[in-house]
T-cell receptor
Framework: LAKTTQPISMDSYEGQEVNITCSHN???????ITWYQQFPSQGPRFIIQ???TKVTNEVASLFIPADRKSSTLSLPRVSLSDTAVYYC??????????????FGKGTKLSVKP | GAVVSQHPSWVICKSGTSVKIECRSL??????MFWYRQFPKQSLMLMAT?????????EQGVEKDKFLINHASLTLSTLTVTSAHPEDSSFYIC?????????????FGPGTRLTVL
């Protein structure tokens, strides 16, 4: 499975747009890019998934360049409740050929008032 | 839809005892279930993958005789930590896979906090 690299932490203020970039240089042709959010002492929660170009849902946008070696999760107008750890994962379909997900270190986002 | 529950949400036990954690898919039948462990301020680490009616596949470094996994039905998997020790204290998270058009989508449970005294 492709390895991912993300910033360890990011700080932001309420109302700002936050962009978290993930590098995945060894992404395979069949791999999708998936982002999860995790609050302390809770299980991860699916945010968004994409394969190429741009994907948008009610929570976030995901930008994927043509070479797919990186991706950027965009959170519009963050609030204090968006303080969490965000994980970027790559794998075919929703994780890997066997469906398992390999989590990297994640990015701890801290939103301040 | 696609809700996964875990029970208990937290447990405290004495060293040497065994603890069982249940993972249930409430509104769907899970083709595969996964168990993860997460230590404080660290990422999730996959422990094992289990399919209903067959033996679990453990990740390298995970002792299968210590972490017993039983996947008796398509909606229930259990993880038993046998002879627990303080170093087994961790946050255990399960996920359930649902076969879909694009392969297995995973839905995570809320986790179980295990503290071994």
């Amino acid at each position: 499975l492709a390895k991912t690299t993300q910033p360890i932490s990011m700080d932001s203020y309420e109302g700002q747009e936050v962009n978290i970039t993930c590098s995945h240089n060894n992404i395979a042709t069949n791999d999708y890019i998936t982002w999860y959010q995790q609050f302390p002492s809770q299980g991860p929660r699916f945010i968004i998934q994409g394969y190429k170009t741009k994907v948008t849902n009610e929570v976030a946008s995901l930008f994927i360049p043509a070479d797919r070696k990186s991706s950027t999760l965009s959170l519009p107008r963050v609030s204090l409740s968006d303080t969490a750890v965000y994980y970027c994962l790559v794998g075919d379909y929703y994780g890997g050929s066997q469906g398992n997900l390999i989590f990297g270190k994640g990015t701890k986002l801290s939103v301040k008032p | 839809g696609a809700v996964v529950s875990q029970h208990p949400s937290w447990v405290i036990c004495k060293s040497g005892t065994s603890v069982k954690i249940e993972c249930r898919s409430l509104d769907f039948q899970a083709t595969t279930m996964f168990w993860y462990r997460q230590f404080p301020k660290q990422s999730l680490m996959l422990m094992a993958t289990s399919n209903e009616g067959s033996k679990a596949t453990y990740e390298q470094g995970v002792e299968k005789d210590k972490f017993l996994i039983n996947h008796a039905s398509l909606t229930l998997s259990t993880l038993t930590v046998t002879s627990a020790h303080p170093e087994d204290s961790s946050f255990y998270i399960c996920s359930a896979g649902l076969a879909g058009v694009r392969g297995n989508e995973q839905f995570f449970g809320p986790g179980t906090r295990l503290t071994v005294l």
